[in-house]
């Protein structure tokens, strides 16, 4: 099969089906062909844009305590505590701050 085939067959449906903001939208909450650490800061910004602000609030929230709790089970936090805001990815609570700021 040559190359303009493949994209034919499947370049072109892709991108037909996934220029729907429902389809996308439901493609990244999957977690379908994504990174799960793009999808921490695509998602909220989609939930945005569909006018649910608090929703990716949210979200971003429960990835921030999952980060806690992973670094709280891990041994060496658990030997040399430290505060919270510091054993969590730094530019994710930026992230975190600025979303809150959007109007």
């Known amino acids: 099969m040559e190359l303009k085939d493949v994209i034919k067959t499947y370049g072109l449906p892709f ?6 903001p429902d389809e ?3 493609c990244i909450e999957e977690a379908k062909y ?3 650490e793009n999808r921490d800061y695509d998602l909220p910004i989609m939930y945005y844009l569909n006018g649910n602000k608090q929703k990716g609030i949210h979200f971003i929230e429960e990835r921030i305590e999952k980060q806690k709790k ?3 089970d891990n041994k ?3 030997s040399a505590p430290v ?3 510091e054993i969590i990815n ?4 930026r ?3 600025n979303f809150k700021a959007m109007k």
């Open 15 to 20: 991108i037909e089906k996934y220029q729907n």
């Open 24 to 26: 996308l939208l439901k």
């Open 34 to 36: 994504i990174l799960s």
């Open 70 to 72: 992973q670094l709280s």
């Open 76 to 78: 060496i936090t658990k």
């Open 83 to 85: 505060l919270s805001k």
């Open 90 to 93: 730094p530019t994710y609570l």
């Open 95 to 97: 992230y975190y701050e």
